[in-house]
Each structure stands twice: as structure tokens, then as C-alpha cells.
């Protein structure tokens, strides 16, 4: 008789173990709770070919990222870097760029809705020296928060979005990115929705930078990995790269127009 319920028993763990386990779907929303607060490692390389020669910018940040306040739907949000170094690279020669200094412990608030639009992006009152940064600044504001359906999503449903920003230099960067959540997997500690974005990116417009003014036409491609946390509503790890190929042209016409090819790559880890 005992021998019989045991070779039940074990006939029944094993069929179970065969059924396999659904993730639940999931919420897409960033949730935002007045005075909290995250602290974000976060580094960046960018390099870029011109043909004749390769520069690039190494940056190394770590930063606090608070909520506010809450009204209508949207987040007051406030950024500090805590910690900058950033070095460049030109043909071969590193050296650190001093600007880093410039921005530790300098804050930029800007007001963000739970899809992750941002807008009203601003320097606090004591940043001096704001206009030296701000090609460099704006952008990694713009884009910290990727998009979210502000939906529940099931394992393997994807989601898409368009957003125009601001790119290094003034010029009009468009994103269009399709949103695929793969599965949960534990990160830091968390159950996580581990999503696979994959972003078009499009380069128009007019920029400015040490070398000169130019009209910018690019395309590039891109790809990252997004560990999102139901429960906070927060992004706990994000690492990928983009590639992109733009052509620019003098402003003032002439044929010094030129092909610039820049390799992205960041990855920004809750510390």
C-alpha cells in the first residue's frame, strides 16, 4: 500500500514539473513617489569615425534621481551628478576633459509623465557655466526614460513608439523602437521584466560643435536590454548600443561635406 502512494506521488511531481510556468503579465508604467529617490551608475563610450581620423568621449557618471512632486499624472523630477569623469580621446591621444568637474554635484530638474515623456528640462539656479554643457546634458535627459505602454503586457507582447529629442549639438534626433518583453528574470535582487528594445534612429537638422556648423543627415540601429521592476515601476539596468552613419554638410555649402560613422554604447545599473 505505501509502495503504491509513493509511486502516485512521484507519477504526480513528475507530470507537474512538466507543466511549464507562465510569467504573469505585467505592467509598463514608471511609478513615481513624492521625495524618493534612486542612485544610478552609469557609463558611456561614444567613438566616432570621420575617415581621416577617429575621436572619441569616455564618461563615467553616477547620479540621484529624485521625484519631487506629483500632479496631473506628471513627476517633478530633479537629476544630480554626484560624481563625473569623462576623458576624450583624438587620434589616439586620452586625456581627461575638464568640463566632468564642471558638473559634479549640479542638478537639472525637468517633469516626466509615467510613459516616460520628458519636458521642461532645466538647470537649477546656482549651475553655472550651463551653456558649455548643455549639448552634452540635454540629450541623457531626454533619454533616460525609455517608453512604456502604460498597460499590462504578456511574456513575448511587444509594444512600439516614436519621440522626437534634441541630440548632441542641437540637432533633431527621432526615435522609433519596438518594445518586446521577453521574460522576468532576477536582477539585483528583483523580479524583473526583462525587455529587448530594439530603436531606429533617424539624425536631421542643423548642428553645432568645435569642428563647425553642419546640416546632418543619419540613420542608425540599436539594441538594449532593459531590466524593469513591476514593483517600484523602475528601470533597474539598462545596457546597449547604438550604431550610426550620418552625412554632414557645411552649412555655408562647399564640398567639405563629410561621413561620420559613431559606435554608442551605455550601460546604467541601479546602485
Keep these: 500500500?505505501?509502495?503504491?502512494?509513493?509511486?502516485?506521488?512521484?507519477?504526480?511531481?513528475?507530470?507537474?514539473?512538466?507543466?511549464?510556468?507562465?510569467?504573469?503579465?505585467?505592467m509598463f508604467a514608471y511609478g513615481f513617489a513624492p521625495g524618493s529617490s534612486e542612485r544610478y551608475g552609469v557609463?558611456?563610450?561614444?567613438?566616432?569615425?570621420?575617415?581621416?581620423?577617429?575621436?572619441?568621449?569616455?564618461?563615467d557618471f553616477e547620479v540621484t534621481v529624485k521625484c519631487i512632486s506629483v500632479a496631473d499624472g506628471k513627476a517633478a523630477?530633479?537629476?544630480?551628478?554626484?560624481?563625473?569623469?569623462?576623458?576624450?580621446e583624438m587620434?589616439?591621444?586620452?586625456?581627461?576633459?575638464?568640463?566632468?568637474?564642471?558638473?559634479?554635484?549640479?542638478?537639472?530638474?525637468?517633469?516626466?509623465?509615467?510613459?516616460g515623456e520628458v519636458t521642461d528640462i532645466k538647470p537649477s539656479p546656482y549651475f553655472d557655466g550651463w551653456e558649455q554643457v548643455q549639448n552634452m546634458l540635454e540629450p541623457i535627459v531626454e533619454g533616460w526614460y525609455l517608453n512604456m505602454p502604460g498597460k499590462t503586457v504578456a511574456p513575448g507582447g511587444t509594444w512600439d513608439s516614436t519621440r522626437k529629442d534634441t541630440g548632441m549639438g542641437g540637432m533633431d534626433v527621432t526615435?522609433?523602437?519596438?518594445?518586446?518583453f521577453k521574460e522576468m528574470k532576477k536582477e539585483?535582487?528583483?523580479?524583473?521584466?526583462?525587455?529587448?528594445a530594439d530603436i531606429a534612429t533617424t539624425l536631421s537638422g542643423h548642428m553645432t560643435n568645435q569642428m563647425g556648423d553642419f546640416e546632418v543627415a543619419g540613420n542608425g540601429k540599436g539594441k538594449f536590454d532593459v531590466y524593469f521592476d513591476p514593483a517600484s515601476g523602475t528601470v533597474i539596468k539598462l545596457k546597449g548600443k547604438t550604431e550610426v552613419e550620418?552625412?554632414?554638410?557645411?552649412?555655408?555649402?562647399?564640398?567639405?561635406?563629410?561621413?561620420?560613422n559613431t559606435t554608442?554604447?551605455?550601460e546604467r545599473t541601479l546602485l
Design 91 to 115: 587620434f589616439g591621444n586620452i586625456a581627461p576633459d575638464a568640463s566632468g568637474e564642471a558638473i559634479v554635484g549640479k542638478t537639472i530638474a525637468c517633469t516626466v509623465d509615467a510613459s
Design 43 to 59: 557609463k558611456m563610450n561614444q567613438e566616432t569615425d570621420f575617415g581621416s581620423g577617429a575621436m572619441g568621449q569616455i564618461a
Design 1 to 26: 500500500m505505501f509502495k503504491r502512494m509513493m509511486v502516485a506521488t512521484l507519477a504526480v511531481l513528475v507530470t507537474a514539473s512538466a507543466i511549464p510556468v507562465f510569467a504573469a503579465d505585467v
Design 77 to 88: 523630477v530633479t537629476m544630480t551628478f554626484d560624481k563625473v569623469d569623462i576623458s576624450r
Design 246 to 260: 550620418a552625412n554632414l554638410s557645411p552649412s555655408t555649402g562647399g564640398d567639405n561635406a563629410v561621413t561620420v
Design 188 to 196: 539585483a535582487g528583483r523580479e524583473c521584466a526583462l525587455v529587448i
Design 264 to 266: 554608442y554604447q551605455i
Design 175 to 180: 526615435s522609433t523602437g519596438t518594445f518586446t
